[in-house]
């Protein structure tokens, strides 16, 4: 036997010997699991969303030094009264976007195509965040909502290295409004006062007697109402502009508003006869709580303006008016905006 085939054959025993030696090692070295930081915690046990409205309730667990992700599960959800809660167990049709709204889509189709509908627990929690959602098909028909105590739930969270239950959670809804800003009485759905003021006004005056007196935001109402007279096929957003006395007001004397930017809506339809302007619209107003061009800063409320400009003796008067709000129930909207303690001055002749 030559010398070239021992030291071969040495080196592939030793090879074997040692493959086996770290084999026997791994199988009795410990598995290693993910940290759970006995300090992790929820810092809220109280939540009171508004039915009506997707609702994301975010910021709620601090994991400390754990291991993420978690997996987190509602467990025992049941009535304050420890009875069922098959509202909250069973599952409804829910709209659901599979991808982004920009606020630049260029149709309804567009929008449409961007969310789906899927089945759905009303009230969830992601299952890797912690985020509770409470879907807007959450009603107060058939969940029950303040002043009643609500529900009482608790919650499972794992990861590999454990396993903990956060118990006796609650859940007590506000009853929904249809809109925003609204009077309506979250405990009762009754409004003391049906009108809402428009967000500020600038350089908005009505004329008496000669003289010019400041309309400011409290002198205007803001109503909402369905116009149930439409077909439900539809769905779309109407303004109209009244006088103190409820004469209609000509939308072209709003000479300097952006009608095709105002609202995130489509074939504009601006009738000097009949006197408003309507869009055709997706629901809710404003799709999702993300800012974009026709919303607010916050991304919560729909921001529109309407402005003109007159003549003063010789100086260009620049007037405005914005309202920000929220439409959260689909349907045939109108938005009434009366001037209720004088008719808007836009100049002589006008």
């Not at 709620?60 to 098959?86: K, M």
């Not at 590999?160 to 309506?184: C, W």
């Not at 779309?236 to 502009?241: E, L, N, Q, V």
Request: net charge negative; proline share 6%; glycine share 6%.
């Amino acid at each position: 036997m030559n010398n070239a085939f021992l030291r071969y054959s040495r080196h592939f025993i030793l090879l074997i010997l040692t493959v086996s030696f770290v084999s026997c090692v791994n199988q009795y070295l410990p598995e290693t699991k993910d940290a759970f930081d006995p300090e992790a915690g929820f810092s809220q046990y109280l939540y009171t969303p508004k039915l009506g409205k997707n609702t994301l309730m975010t910021g709620n667990f601090n994991p400390g030094s754990s291991t993420l992700p978690f997996t987190y599960e509602i467990v025992n959800l049941r009535r304050y009264d420890g009875s069922e809660a098959p509202e909250f167990s069973d599952k409804f049709p829910v709209k659901v976007w599979k991808t982004p709204y920009l606020g630049t889509e260029t149709s309804l189709e567009a929008i449409e195509a961007k969310r789906d509908i899927e089945y759905r627990q009303l009230f969830q929690i992601r299952k890797h965040t912690g985020e509770f959602i409470l879907w807007e098909n959450a009603k107060a028909a058939f969940v029950r909502c303040d002043p009643d105590p609500g529900y009482v739930f608790d919650i499972k969270v794992e990861n590999s290295g454990g396993l903990k239950y956060y118990k006796d959670f609650r859940l007590v809804p506000e009853r929904e409004a249809s809109y925003e800003p609204s009077n309506i009485d979250p405990k009762t759905g009754l409004a003391a006062i049906e009108y809402v003021n428009p967000t500020s006004t600038s350089m908005l005056v009505t004329r008496k007697d000669q003289r010019f007196y400041v309309l400011s935001a409290e002198d205007i109402h803001v109503y909402f109402h369905k116009n149930l007279e439409m077909p439900d096929t539809v769905s779309t957003i109407t303004f109209r502009f009244l006088n103190a006395d409820y004469t209609p007001i000509n939308p072209d004397k709003f000479n300097t508003t952006k009608w095709e930017k105002l609202v995130h809506g489509f074939d504009l339809v601006k009738d000097t006869v009949n006197k408003f302007v309507r869009y055709k619209v997706a629901y809710p107003i404003p799709l999702v709580e993300t800012p974009t061009s026709y919303t607010n800063k916050t991304g919560e409320r729909a921001h529109v303006s309407f402005s003109y400009n007159w003549i003063y003796y010789g100086y260009r008067m620049d007037s405005e008016m914005t309202f920000d709000f929220a439409i959260y129930e689909k349907g045939n909207w109108e938005i009434s905006i009366v001037f209720a303690e004088g008719n808007p001055y836009f100049g002589e002749g006008n």
